[in-house]
Structure formats: structure tokens, C-alpha cells
């Protein structure tokens, strides 16, 4: 396509130049009945499944219907939404913090109705296009990252693994019939952008091969210090080599002590480590945010290694979905999956969802790995 000016003036970069002003208050995107009873809302009550009613103490109702997206969107989709908004919703529409769609109907027949009318759009795939669900104790949609689609240091794909791993518990996204909400983020390094380390189950992507190192660009392309800096275990150290008579300043990288997590290379370019072969899934699982009975708590890693297996991931949807049924069949109500496996003992938790247990799970990192093991008589056969 021909260059096609926007005003910008690349001769006087800073002539004319906005800067500053944030984003649009959220106060100029609100639905009436919201504006009107801000701050005023007295009870409410999920209807059905991805159907919720909100009570102002002026008696205005609101119902809100939910609905799941691909969070990776291309603008006709957003297009697609805005005819929604505008047909049902008087132009209004808002989304999650989990990237799920919202929108607000006045009656619980309109709710009904917009429902069904979601549910009936589909790509060409056959694939729902605004599924709706992920209210209550159900499993609601996947935070993830940017895979294989945008960023430079994953160990696997986002948007891949979260499609397949959807469409093997979707029955309780539409659903819910859980002791508890299950959330499950998806991070594709251990950089975890996202909420991977406190979720009921997360996917994260892992490397287990040492960074290669590109000794002759090294030292053009990386302030050496960040590089040595950059490791948790101390596994880099700058040095000299000779390569064709020519001395280059590098790093050194001791293989015994690199556990692969790739901060070096997020910091140094010249220190790649992504390997078809080597990079796959670690799994964890039992973190929670929320404050409710029990404080928030970390996930922990339960699978050490599951492969790389696009497009479809078979081995991590089948881990998935055994762990799920496990406590949705043995958790009490109200137990989050970390709840469960704390009240039961982790040593049950390994045997009811049939995952082998093996040294990979047992913290090495530094002097708090000491409290991760069991100083205590207390365990079952
Ligand atoms: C065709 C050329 C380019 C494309 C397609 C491109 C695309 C992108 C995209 C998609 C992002 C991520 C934005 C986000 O995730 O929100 C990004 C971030 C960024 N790009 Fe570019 N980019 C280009 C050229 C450049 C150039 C020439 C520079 C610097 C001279 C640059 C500097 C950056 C920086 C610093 C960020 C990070 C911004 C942030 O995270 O706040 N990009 N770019
Ligand atoms: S988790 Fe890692 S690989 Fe994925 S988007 Fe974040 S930094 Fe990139
Ligand atoms: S991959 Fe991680 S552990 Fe290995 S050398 Fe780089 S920073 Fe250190």
C-alpha cells in the first residue's frame, strides 16, 4: 500500500506532538443504569450459567451476560462485537480482567434471548464465536501470553495451548457444577507474564537445554555485566576466547548450574536457548488471589515436563483434565484445588490424579527450598 500521511511531520518529530494525556476515563463508557446507580448497588444473583443480575437500592436491574473470547482478536471480530453492543446494548460493551466479553440487557427475557443469540454465531470452523459461561464455579477463560504469535523468549505457544486446552474443559466453562471457581493461566516462559504462579492450574512454558552462545557478536550486542547479572544461580561468567587468532570479550556459561531458565538471553541476544526438543510444559497447580477462608498462595509445580506437542497438546489437555475431574469429584464446596490437595495431603494429591512424582519436584533454589520439606512425622502411606 502507498505511504499514507497521518499530519505526523517526520521532519519536526515534536511539532504538533500529544503527549501525556492517559487513557479516556472510564466514566465516558458507562451504560446508564451503571452511571445512575454507581456506587449504589445492593445485592445480586447469578441467574444461570454466564448470566448475572445486579440490584441497585433504587431498584434499577441490570443483567449482564458473559461471554468468552480468544483474547487474540483481529478487528473485524471487535467490529462484529460493536454490532452486538449496538443491536442489544445500547452501543455498550466491556471486557474482563480474564479477557471474557460483558453485556448489559435490561430484562431477564433480553438476557435469555442475547444468550442464545451468542451461542448461534460461529466461525466457519464450526468454533463458537462468543460462547457464553465463566460465571460461578466454573472453569472461565485462560489469562495467557504471546507464544509463537509475538514474543522472542517463550518455550511454547499461548494461543495453541490455550484453544486445545478450552476445548477439553468447555463443558465447564457453560456450566457450573465445581466446589469452586478453577482459574487457569497460561504463561509460555518463566518470565510468567500473567498469573501463572496463582492460579488453580498453570501451563508455563520451560526450556531444559543451556543458552548456545554466539561468541563473535556477543560483546557488540550485550552489556556483558547484565548477562553475568542476569543469572539466579550464577551460572555466567565473562571471559576471553580466541576464535581464527581474533580475542573476543564473552561470557562463559556453567552447564552444570544453568537450570535454563533464559534470563541471560532476555538481557544478551546473543545467548539463544529455544530447542524444539528440549523446550515443553512444566504444569502446576493450587494457587488462589483471593483472600477467602484460606490466605492467597502459590502454584507449585506437579508436572515437571509434559512435550511440545502443536497443534494440539494431547498430553497437556489429558494432565489437565484428569486433574480437573479429580477435584471436581473429590474436593468439598467452597475448596479451591490448593485448598484440596493442602486438606488431603499433597502425597494423596499425587496419587488420586495418578501424576508420578519424581526429583524434579523437590526445591534445590537457596535456603527456602528447606522449608518446602516435611519436617514432620506427619504423613500418610
Ligand atoms: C515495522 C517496524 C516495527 C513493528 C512492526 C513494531 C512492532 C511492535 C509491537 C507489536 C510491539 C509490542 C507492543 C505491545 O505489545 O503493546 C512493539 C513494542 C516496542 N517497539 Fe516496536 N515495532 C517496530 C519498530 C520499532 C522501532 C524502529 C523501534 C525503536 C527504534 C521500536 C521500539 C519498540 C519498543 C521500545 C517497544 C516496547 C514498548 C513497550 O513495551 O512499552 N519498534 N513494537
Ligand atoms: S511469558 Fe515469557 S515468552 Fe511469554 S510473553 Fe511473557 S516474556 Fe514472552
Ligand atoms: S539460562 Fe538462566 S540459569 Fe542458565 S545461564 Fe542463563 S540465566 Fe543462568
Not at 503527549?19 to 445485592?43: A, Q
Not at 450459567?49 to 451476560?65: E, N, P, R, W
Not at 509463537?148 to 490455550?162: F, L, N, Q, R, Y
Amino acid at each position: 500500500m502507498a505511504f499514507i500521511s497521518s499530519g505526523y511531520n517526520p521532519a519536526k518529530p515534536m511539532e504538533g506532538r500529544v503527549s501525556d494525556i492517559g487513557p479516556r476515563h472510564f466514566g465516558e463508557y458507562l451504560p446508564p443504569v451503571i452511571k445512575d446507580n454507581f456506587g449504589k448497588w445492593d445485592y445480586h444473583e447469578i441467574i444461570e450459567a454466564g448470566i448475572l443480575l445486579h440490584v441497585a437500592q433504587s431498584g434499577d436491574k441490570t443483567y449482564t451476560v458473559r461471554a468468552a473470547t480468544a483474547r487474540l482478536m483481529t478487528v473485524t471480530h471487535i467490529r462484529e462485537i460493536c454490532e452486538i453492543a449496538d443491536k442489544f446494548c445500547g452501543g455498550f460493551v466491556r471486557f474482563t480482567t480474564r479477557n471474557n466479553l460483558e453485556f448489559q440487557v435490561e430484562t431477564e427475557e433480553a438476557a435469555k434471548e442475547l444468550k442464545a443469540f451468542l451461542n448461534a454465531q460461529k466461525f466457519e470452523g464450526g468454533s463458537m464465536k462468543f460462547p457464553v459461561g465463566g460465571t460461578g464455579a466454573a472453569v472461565t477463560n485462560i489469562v495467557h501470553t504471546q507464544g509463537w504469535v509475538h514474543c522472542h523468549t517463550p518455550a511454547t505457544d499461548a494461543s495453541g495451548t490455550v484453544k486445545a486446552t478450552m476445548d477439553v474443559v468447555f463443558d465447564d466453562f457453560t456450566n457450573m457444577k465445581l466446589p469452586a471457581p478453577v482459574r487457569i493461566s497460561m504463561a509460555c516462559c518463566l518470565n510468567m507474564c500473567g498469573a501463572v504462579h496463582c492460579s488453580d492450574i498453570a501451563i508455563l512454558g520451560i526450556h531444559r537445554k543451556p543458552p548456545i552462545i554466539d561468541h563473535e557478536y556477543l560483546d557488540n550486542l550485550c552489556e556483558i555485566p547484565l548477562a553475568v547479572a542476569a543469572c539466579p544461580t550464577g551460572a555466567v561468567r565473562p571471559t576471553k576466547v580466541e576464535i581464527e587468532g581474533k580475542t573476543y570479550k564473552t561470557v562463559a556459561v556453567k552447564e552444570e548450574r544453568c537450570m535454563f531458565c533464559g534470563n541471560c538471553y532476555t538481557m544478551c541476544p546473543s545467548l539463544p536457548l529455544a530447542d524444539g526438543e528440549g523446550d515443553g510444559i512444566a504444569i502446576m497447580v493450587g494457587g488462589k488471589i483471593s483472600n477467602r477462608i484460606t490466605k492467597p498462595a502459590f502454584s507449585k509445580v506437579v508436572v515437571p515436563f509434559v512435550p511440545n506437542e502443536p497443534p494440539r497438546w494431547p498430553t497437556l489437555t489429558k494432565v489437565i483434565k484428569k486433574i480437573l475431574d479429580t477435584y471436581a469429584a473429590e474436593a468439598n464446596k467452597y475448596e479451591r484445588l490448593g485448598d484440596w490437595a493442602n486438606r488431603i495431603g499433597w502425597e494423596r494429591f499425587f496419587e488420586k490424579c495418578d501424576l508420578p512424582f519424581s526429583e524434579h519436584l523437590i526445591d534445590d533454589f537457596r535456603d527456602p527450598a528447606y522449608y518446602t520439606w516435611r519436617q514432620t512425622t506427619q504423613f500418610k502411606w
